[in-house]
């Protein structure tokens, strides 16, 4: 068994590289396709905005991207995991460190860029342009619900995750 601190320091290297590499994909897509998060907006925003069928396209480009990076990290994190634990982490240890890293992501999306970043600072390149000024950029609560949402996905990938990893183990050992 990994000591535990051994498995946070891990998690949270992991972590921070998932949400470096996130953020710097957020910021762009903000400041160029910034209608393509209007699915992550509140209502009120979504309402007085359109969606392009460019932006659909656009936005399906930067999903595959997001989930490329977050399979390619934590496939080489969870790979990582195997060299710490000499090939034979345990179940526990893969849900809890894949868990880890994408609450650092979670964590980072609503301090960092939903409640600072579009919320207190609001740098008008990265507005979703004729919603600037609609009150659901001030709503905390909906990025909040989002960050709650993200808790049990992320509690589900991570099972998940681990779940497929300790089958492919058990029968390509």
Not at 34 to 59: C, E, F, K, Y
Request: hydrophobic letters at 55%; glycine letters at 10%.
């Amino acid at each position: 068994m990994l000591p535990f601190t051994v498995l946070l320091k891990h998690s949270f290297i992991y972590g921070g590289l998932l949400s470096l590499l996130l953020t710097c994909i957020v910021f762009a897509t903000l400041i160029f396709y910034p209608r393509i998060w209007l699915h992550a907006a509140p209502i009120d925003i979504q309402q007085a905005v359109g969606v392009t069928v460019r932006d659909r396209h656009i936005r399906r480009v930067v999903r595959c991207s997001i989930l490329g990076a977050c399979l390619a990290l934590i496939g080489y994190s969870i790979a990582r995991l195997f060299v710490l634990t000499n090939g034979q982490p345990s179940f526990f240890e893969l849900a809890l460190s894949v868990f880890l890293i994408l609450q650092v992501w979670n964590v980072v999306d609503l301090l960092l860029i939903d409640w600072l970043l579009l919320i207190k600072i609001r740098p008008s390149c990265m507005m979703i342009p004729g919603a600037e000024y609609l009150p659901g950029y001030g709503d905390y609560g909906f990025h909040f619900r989002g960050f709650i949402k993200g808790l049990v996905g992320s509690l589900a990938a991570s099972v998940i995750t681990a779940g497929i990893t300790a089958l492919g183990q058990q029968l390509f050992g």
